[in-house]
């Protein structure tokens, strides 16, 4: 690449890191894989630089390139190696029920199916439409929507007696 095409692509990486990195973080629930994931778009970006940086939707662009960073995660042969037996305890941050909340939230959407779940980050967190979440995702609006029903039905026998829509504040 040339001295201009990366400057942009530092440039472009340097201000959209961290919705990158929040994105990635939502998705998967933990930051060192929310790390791994972003890290991975990025070289891919990096490689695909000199031909994707004039499309005209960039940042759809690359969302859809992180989305399926985190839904092909689980295929690469690294992600199955488990150095505990049991994952760490989550520490709660400090903030009270507000705090509790979100981390029962987070727990529970790491438990729905990857798909799924990309889904409803990208729907309700993200607040996208359907159409753009079709389009990040490469499938119709249709699954789109039988994804956020199955997600959403998922979600709410997790959380069991408790409302979604009262743990959806964070933003």
């Keep these: 690449m040339g001295d201009t095409a990366d400057s942009e692509y530092v440039e472009y990486v340097t201000a959209r890191l961290p919705a990158l990195h929040r994105l990635a973080f939502v998705l998967s629930g933990d930051s060192h894989r929310a790390d791994d ?22 940042d759809r662009y690359v969302r859809s390139m992180l989305v399926n960073a985190f839904l092909d995660e689980k295929r690469l042969a690294w992600a199955r190696v488990r150095l505990f037996a049991e994952p760490p305890d989550a520490v709660a941050p400090d903030g009270g029920d507000e705090a509790e909340d979100r981390t029962l939230l987070r727990t529970a959407l790491t438990q729905v199916p990857r798909r799924q779940r990309a889904v409803l980050v990208l729907r309700f967190y993200y607040d996208l439409p359907i159409d753009e979440v079709a389009k990040v995702l490469g499938v119709s609006s249709g699954t789109v929507k039988s994804q956020t029903s199955h997600g959403l039905a ?9 409302p979604v829509a009262a743990l959806t504040k964070e933003r």
């Design 37 to 58: 994931i972003v890290q991975q778009t990025i070289t891919n970006l990096y490689v695909k630089w000199s031909r994707v940086r004039t499309v005209d939707h960039l």
């Design 154 to 162: 998922a979600l709410r026998r997790l959380l069991g007696e408790r």
